[in-house]
Nanobody, 125 residues
């Protein structure tokens, strides 16, 4: 199982970024894929998730600004992030659920057993 994030960077407040999570080594559409983020000294926060049946979850802090989507042909999950603000600054990780065929997003990090290396997102003027 391999998950590779990309798309992070430096963006001004109000700007946008699209993160990608390229997956390999497993049957992509059997599993939930989630995005978490972490700031040094703070707990990892669940940001968004797309389940095996296409259901989605968003943390309250990103609802209306972030959109998760998947391209099963490319085995890739995207996180479109708009109206970014400094509080969105973090390392963003994608993760695969431990169990397959879970039709709702349960965002405890212990329910995910495969993680990418992370991509830094910095929102600053």
């Amino acid at each position: 199982v391999q998950l590779v994030e990309s798309g992070g960077g430096l963006v001004q407040p109000g700007g946008s970024l699209r993160l990608s999570c390229a997956a390999s080594g497993f049957t992509f559409d059997y599993y939930n894929i989630a995005w978490f983020r972490q700031v040094p000294g703070k707990e990892r926060e669940g940001v968004s998730c797309i389940s095996s049946d296409g259901s989605t979850y968003y943390a309250d802090s990103v609802k209306g600004r972030f959109t998760i989507s998947s391209d099963n042909a490319k085995n890739t999950v995207y996180l479109q992030m708009n109206s970014l603000n400094p509080d969105d600054t973090a390392v963003y990780y994608c993760a695969r659920s431990t169990d397959a065929f879970i039709t709702m997003c349960l965002m405890e990090s212990t329910r995910f057993n495969s993680w990418g290396q992370g991509t830094q997102v910095t929102v600053s003027s």
